[in-house]
């Protein structure tokens, strides 16, 4: 049973240029959560996701960056415009049910992007 | 709002010895979950232990225990007989239960470092 799978693991974009992450949840999942890690720091959360919803956004930046979970396929967290300050890692986590305790939320390997 | 503090920011540890890792939480939410990951060099959040606000005792995954103090917010993650492979960042997490609310609140993080 494949866990949660990320791709690419590692990204680089010139300033100015669109990221595109990719997460495929563990089969049967349809809950999605992504979040962002700063360089030394804790795990922020960002967005959760359901199939076609966004359930609760109050972690996204208001601007240049946006989620979507498809009905088929992967959940893309896209970042416009990159600036240097979005690298980061990007992890993904998915949950079987509504009611998933934390330790339901899989964590997949993360996307290392860094902004040049 | 949920908050979690790790006040330390690094550990040394003699192989085979136990090591207490400090995490205080403030949150309003009155059923919760606590809960500590692994992050190691390479990068992945691996789950080690879970641990309900209203669980009546303290959980124990293997070599991991978690010294839960209700009434002083805390949830010190225990590590006996420490390990080589034990050198990683640990980070406290907490998210409400019974409610719409999913997202993992992380805190900063403590890297151990196991000496031989």
């Known amino acids: 049973n494949a866990g949660v799978m990320q791709n690419p693991r590692h990204l680089v974009r010139r300033r100015g240029q669109e990221a595109r992450l990719r997460c495929s949840p563990m089969k049967g999942h349809s809950h999605v959560y992504w979040y962002r890690q700063l360089p030394e720091e804790g795990l922020k959360f960002m967005v959760y996701l359901q199939k076609e919803n966004i359930i609760d956004e109050s972690g996204m930046p208001k601007e240049r960056f946006s989620a979507e979970f498809p009905k088929e396929g992967p959940s893309i967290l896209r970042i416009q415009q990159v600036v240097r300050g979005d690298s980061a890692a990007y992890f993904c986590?998915?949950?079987?049910?509504?009611?998933?305790?934390?330790?339901?939320?899989?964590f997949g390997p993360g996307t290392r992007l860094t902004v040049t | 709002a949920q908050k979690i503090t790790q006040t330390q920011p690094g550990m040394f540890v003699q192989e085979k010895e136990a090591v207490t890792l400090d995490c205080t939480y403030d949150t309003s939410d009155p059923s919760y979950g606590l809960f500590w990951y692994k992050q190691p060099s390479s990068g992945e959040m691996i789950f080690l232990i879970y641990q309900g606000s209203y669980d009546q005792q303290n959980a124990t995954e293997g070599r991991y225990s978690l010294n839960f103090q209700k009434a002083r917010k805390s949830a010190n993650l225990v590590i006996s007989a420490s390990q080589l492979g034990d050198s990683a960042m640990y980070f406290c997490?907490?998210?409400?239960?019974?409610?719409?609310?999913?997202?993992?609140?992380f805190g900063s993080g403590t890297r151990l470092q196991v000496q031989p």
């Open positions: 997490a907490m998210k409400p239960m019974d409610t719409g609310r999913r997202a993992l609140t």
């Open positions: 986590a998915s949950s079987p049910s509504p009611r998933g305790s934390g330790y339901e939320q899989y």
